[in-house]
């Protein structure tokens, strides 16, 4: 084995590499997913050698990378945002999965010869789109919050019933009247798992005076992946459970809210970078040659016919645009999950498990290359981008607990309709009050007649009863303006005359 110092070393600068390749693919023009898979490639067997074809550990660690990267987008998910897309969203990840799967497996009995429940296991593996992929490239898209809220719902909900769909088959075990039973037990369960434990751990977060800021966001991620193991443990969904109760942290008032998204993101991308530089290590580029041709036949049966058909058919209830059926169609991107479930196949011991991850490993790529960096062109094409998309209003919270106050921290984005607002037009409740402004690194004491401007930073000290209406009423503003209250926003209790 390798000494400690190599080991880590190596760890350090393959993170440091996975870091500055996001910068290189922002200027290639290619999703960094696939540098990653690149580094891997390039420390395996065929470059410089490194042997790693373990396939249960890269399944576990795969899964472990996936519990990060889900609790990520769950922590960074705004519900105000994904809420109207609630149902399409739940119907792209159940309705659309089975479609996808029988569509996929119907083609691949009939193209490749494969038997029936073999070719219905390849079509659960392609059937998921992927959350580490959508979560990085869709949000830089700069589409409808519609359609960004489906998208980002069904890849943070579809993994959990297609993980159910891949066990069931590649376990060769024969199905039962109970099976569907047991499958709806799994994800209710899982989904109640995860809002029991995201509302307790919201509580316990916002009761909880922790000696240090950093310690918040390490407690809000352990809850994530104590919801994952209670799920496994339950027999549920703990995939599911990880990303509800990331869902409901993420929307809490938790303390050093923006503080614990940050880490989050930072996580995230962690996670990212180790899954598919192990993915990238575990690949065998000789073997992939032959897994080519069956990987074009599947992605062709996937983009051209499964996916189109399978978001008609969840969409169909929720009369959704057709030229938002027709963007969705595109967007279901592929990443690393359909590999890590095609590596549970293979652990489960399914027959041409091994072709399988092979064949799911070429897809990958080719997917990525097709539909990551022509996403914006469809998008606009299709009349569903947002030009000139103003940034999130920015609101951080650290509790002065001895006080019992809250102090915020409110960046002003650009594109903002607070720019030019006067602080006595803000119309805080009693009890707030905007303590300091920072403008161009300088900061100072405002007034009444301080006017906002884009990129400011404010620091408004507020009542814990207070705070919830003061945080409503700087949004209200910043998305209507000074004259909010005349479009309909409910104005704050106690406002100041």
């Known amino acids: 084995m390798a000494s400690l110092e190599v080991v880590l070393g190596v760890v350090a600068a393959v993170v440091l590499l996975g870091v500055l390749a996001v910068r290189a693919s922002v200027r290639l023009g290619l999703p960094s997913l696939l540098i990653y898979l690149a580094i891997g490639i390039l420390l395996g067997e065929s470059v410089l050698g490194v042997q790693f074809n373990d396939a249960p550990l890269t399944e576990s660690l795969g899964l472990g990378a996936l519990v990060l990267i889900l609790a990520e987008g769950g922590l960074t998910t705004r519900w105000a945002a994904v809420r109207p897309s609630l149902g399409v969203g739940i119907a792209l990840s159940t309705v659309s999965v089975v479609v996808s799967i029988a569509v996929v497996g119907v083609a691949l009995h009939l193209l490749l ?69 047991l499958v709806v037990y799994e994800l209710a369960a899982g989904a109640l798992i995860g809002a029991v434990l995201g509302l307790g751990g919201a509580w316990a977060l916002r009761r909880a005076a922790l000696p240090a800021t950093g310690l ?119 990443g690393a999950v359909p590999i890590v479930l095609g590596l549970i196949a293979l652990v489960e011991g399914a027959p041409s498990a091994q072709a399988l991850v092979d064949v799911v490993f070429v897809l990958v790529v080719v997917l990525t290359l097709v539909q990551g960096p022509t996403l914006p062109w469809v998008a606009r094409r299709l009349g569903v981008a947002r030009s000139a998309e103003p940034r999130e ?96 926003d409910r104005e704050p209790k106690g406002r100041r005359g």
């Open 113 to 181: 010869g494969l038997d029936w429940r073999t070719a219905f296991l390849w079509g659960a593996v392609l059937s998921s789109t992927d959350a580490a992929a959508v979560f990085s490239v869709l949000r830089g898209v700069g589409v409808r919050p519609r359609l960004a809220g489906v998208l980002e719902l069904e890849s943070g909900m579809n993994d959990a019933p297609v993980v159910l769909a891949v066990i069931l088959l590649a376990s060769g075990e024969a199905f039962s009247w109970i099976t569907p039973f």
């Open 216 to 334: 918040y966001p390490l407690a809000a991620i352990a809850v994530c992946v104590l919801a994952y193991s209670a799920g496994q443990l339950a027999h549920a969904s703990g995939l599911l459970a990880t990303y509800v109760a990331a869902l409901v942290l993420g929307n809490a008032d938790l303390p050093h809210r923006g503080g614990v998204r940050s880490f989050a993101e930072g996580l995230g991308s962690l996670a990212q970078i180790g899954l598919f530089v192990l993915l990238g290590l575990y690949a065998s580029p000789p073997r992939l040659l032959d897994a080519v041709v069956p990987a074009i036949v599947a992605g062709l049966v996937l983009i051209l016919a499964a996916r189109p058909i399978s978001v008609v058919a969840a969409a169909l209830p929720f009369r959704v645009p057709w030229r938002e059926q027709a963007f969705l169609s595109w967007a279901g991107l592929r």
């Open 393 to 488: 209003l920015s609101v951080d919270a650290a509790p002065l607990d001895e006080l019992s106050a809250d102090l915020l921290q409110v960046r002003v984005p650009v594109g903002s309709q607070l720019r030019g607002v006067y602080l006595s037009e803000l119309r805080l409740p009693r009890g707030a009050t905007v303590s300091l402004v920072v403008r161009d690194e300088e900061a100072f004491t405002p007034t009444r007649e301080t006017r906002l401007r884009e990129r400011d930073q404010l620091l408004v000290v507020t009542t814990a009863l207070a705070r919830q209406a003061t945080e409503e009423r700087i949004r209200a503003v910043d998305q209507r303006g000074r004259l909010a209250r005349w479009h309909g």
